[in-house]
């Protein structure tokens, strides 16, 4: 009878060809899907809205606490880490129990840090301290101190290093206020946040501490502007 025509080795290659095509095409868009989009430059999408970090150096046993104010008067500090929409993410007591598992290894963490974070803003003024709760030495500790607003890009409010003298020794680091976005008037005028947070009352006070000179703070040098 009839013999079956063969097909041209050409058609059966094009298909194979175009089939390979369709199976690339299908991939690549797979894959472009999946890549996402390039964060804009300079903004992050962090979980805090402002971060203050307080280091002093590393391997010294000295504990250095950390008082934050907010505006409705929450203090945020070791005794009470979470408040208002604050949170102390570490309370860091010098050397005292510095140790971190490593490879079923117990290694001495070095680094001497607290952090506070801000879930969120309020209007208002924010006042932050740092006190020497336990010193070990005679000779002044240096403390740098900085504060990170993160929205909608980092802003770096303040940064300075200050110095405490001595067990009980508080200094006011800076105060300023936030408006909607800006902040405003950074000072680092005295205030006791401990003397507060022993009576429960909300007023300001002139604890112990170096920071005698208080003012207006210039924000490129991080200096008392004279009057």
């Known amino acids: 009878m009839f013999e079956e025509e063969a097909e041209p080795e050409f058609e059966i290659f094009s298909a194979l060809l175009f089939n390979a095509l369709k199976a690339i095409t299908f991939m690549f868009f797979i894959s472009f899907a999946m890549i996402n989009a390039p964060a804009e430059e300079g ?5 805090a809205e402002m971060i203050i970090t307080v280091t002093w150096p590393d391997n ?11 505006p409705a008067g929450n203090i945020v500090w070791y005794n009470q ?7 102390l ?16 290894e117990e290694v001495t963490n070095p680094l001497n840090q607290e952090t506070v974070a801000f879930r969120g803003l309020q209007d208002g003024e924010y006042v932050v301290n740092i006190v020497h709760y336990i010193a070990n ?6 403390v740098e101190v ?20 001595g067990t009980g020794d508080e200094v006011t680091a800076a ?3 936030l408006a909607g ?13 401990v003397e507060m947070t022993r009576t429960g009352g909300k007023g300001a006070g002139n604890g112990p501490g170096g920071n005698t000179q208080g003012g207006q703070i210039d924000a490129a040098t991080g200096q008392v502007i004279q009057q």
């Open 81 to 87: 880490r979470e408040a208002g929409l604050m949170h």
């Open 175 to 177: 105060r300023f206020t």
């Open 60 to 70: 010294n046993p000295d504990d250095v606490d950390t008082y934050v104010m907010d």
């Open 146 to 165: 900085k504060i990170e607003k993160l929205n909608p890009s980092v802003e770096v409010v303040f940064y300075q290093t200050l110095e405490l003298r």
């Open 89 to 104: 993410e570490r309370d860091d007591r010098g050397m005292f129990k510095d140790v971190i598992l490593l490879n079923n």
């Open 181 to 193: 976005d800006e902040v405003e008037n950074v000072t680092n005028t005295p205030r006791s946040l």
């Open 137 to 142: 030495g005679a000779a002044p500790l240096p």
């Open 43 to 47: 903004k992050i999408d962090p979980k």
